[in-house]
């Protein structure tokens, strides 16, 4: 079967989950199908078409200039028997292939744009774009893919008059070969972390979904003998970015070793981050699974999240990590509770290693990408001998 996987981040150009996971699928789904990747960027490789908007349109609403790439990719599509979009990105170049080459049309589903009102802040108008465009994709998709069973629940209360027959679930992966403990502290030397010293580790975007301010607060009180490292990509706004930078200096001016990396670093510099960090923190207040607890999990470390989306599919309270109850509305009980849970793991270093260690086994045992693909590889089939709705 010729497939096209339409995405925006493919390697180099990784930034979020969706990114890692359409990067551990394609690789996996190659020998399985004909794959073609199109993804956002310039200069194409064997198997890899990349699209960027025309010059045109630069400095307009990236809403704008992703529905000029969007148009790109679905020009590309017309020797290809299925197309399988990820995120809002290229939500509607799966719809546009689907309907002017008669192709089926699968959607993996990594977040929901009603479920991310704080978007508005980075689109601006443009929000209402990737909305309608999410919901026409979705609506008018052979087969959705739910990467959690929270978030088909979600795609359903979002999505009423999408058929339930049509939502799948096939949860996100992890490579646990990538992801696996790495005693070398190199990585830490060049970022000036103590390795001597216990740090809480945060990976990932500052964006509203992922709840970094709510960590900075609850950091205040956690035991100051541990450090705070936050690997954290710039914030998606000029608001945010000036509300994170003031909580950063001011638990900056309250406790040490507190460290922000805005690089994105090397996978193996993030492996090891993940290696030796006391304790891995998701303090998210929307996520369909969290693939970056997995990462964490792979690695052999303990985990604090908050208890929303998917994440409770990944992470065992008690077993692979701790679990905070979040509801909005409640900052500082959420706050709270993150530092009761990041100071009880702190405070148990050999039952922080048992959860290390239930996370790793846990990872290999039920999250592998050549599972996830060959899941994916049988609901192609399943839709292609259905044909297009």
């Known amino acids: 079967m010729k497939v096209a996987l339409l995405t925006r981040e493919y390697p180099p150009d990784v930034y979020g989950g969706a990114g890692v996971h359409v990067e551990f699928l394609a690789r996996e789904l190659r020998p399985l199908v004909d794959l073609d990747v199109h993804c956002w960027g310039e200069g194409n490789t064997a198997g890899v078409f990349r699209h960027r908007a025309p010059a045109g349109l630069d400095g307009a609403n990236d809403a704008l200039r992703t529905f000029a790439v969007d148009l790109q990719m679905s020009a590309a599509l017309g020797d290809r028997d299925l197309v399988h979009s990820h995120t809002w990105y290229a939500n509607l170049a799966g719809h546009f292939g689907k309907l002017l080459h008669g192709i089926p049309h699968v959607l993996t589903a990594h977040s929901l744009e009603p479920l991310r009102p704080w978007k508005a802040e980075q689109l601006g108008g443009g929000y209402a774009l990737s909305s309608w465009a999410e919901r026409t994709a979705m609506e008018s998709a052979d087969a959705v893919v ?50 001597a010293r216990p740090y809480v580790l945060f990976v990932g975007r500052i ?7 709510h960590l900075l607060r609850a950091a205040r009180a956690i035991d100051p003998a541990a450090q705070l490292v936050l690997c954290a990509g710039a914030p998606d706004t000029p608001a945010l970015d000036r509300e994170f930078r003031s909580l950063f200096d001011e638990l900056s001016s309250v406790r040490d070793g507190v460290h922000w990396i805005p690089a994105m670093l090397p996978r193996p510099a993030v492996v090891q981050l993940l290696t030796h960090a006391a304790v ?15 990462e964490a999990m792979a690695c052999g470390t303990a985990v604090v999240a908050s208890a929303v989306g998917g ?5 065992e309270d008690g ?22 849970a990041l100071d009880r793991v702190l405070g148990d270093p050999a039952g922080a290693a048992r959860m290390g260690e239930a996370g790793r086994l846990r990872a290999v045992r039920e999250f592998g990408w050549d599972a996830v693909a060959r899941r994916t590889a049988d609901l192609y089939e399943a839709v292609a001998k259905a044909g297009t709705a």
């Open 319 to 340: 077993e692979t990590g701790l679990l905070v109850p979040y509801r909005e509305g409640h900052a500082e009980e959420f706050e709270a509770g993150l530092t009761r």
């Open 207 to 213: 964006t509203r979904q992922k709840g970094v301010p």
């Open 146 to 195: 739910a990467v959690s069973d929270g978030m088909r629940g979600d795609i359903l209360s979002c999505y009423p008059g999408l058929d339930p027959d049509r939502v799948h679930v096939v949860r996100n992966g992890i490579d646990t070969t990538t992801y696996r403990a790495d005693p070398r502290t190199d990585a830490l030397a060049r970022l000036g972390i103590d390795p």
């Open 280 to 294: 891995f923190v998701c303090p998210s207040v929307y996520e369909p699974l969290g693939i970056v607890n997995l």
């Open 311 to 315: 994440i409770p599919e990944v992470v």
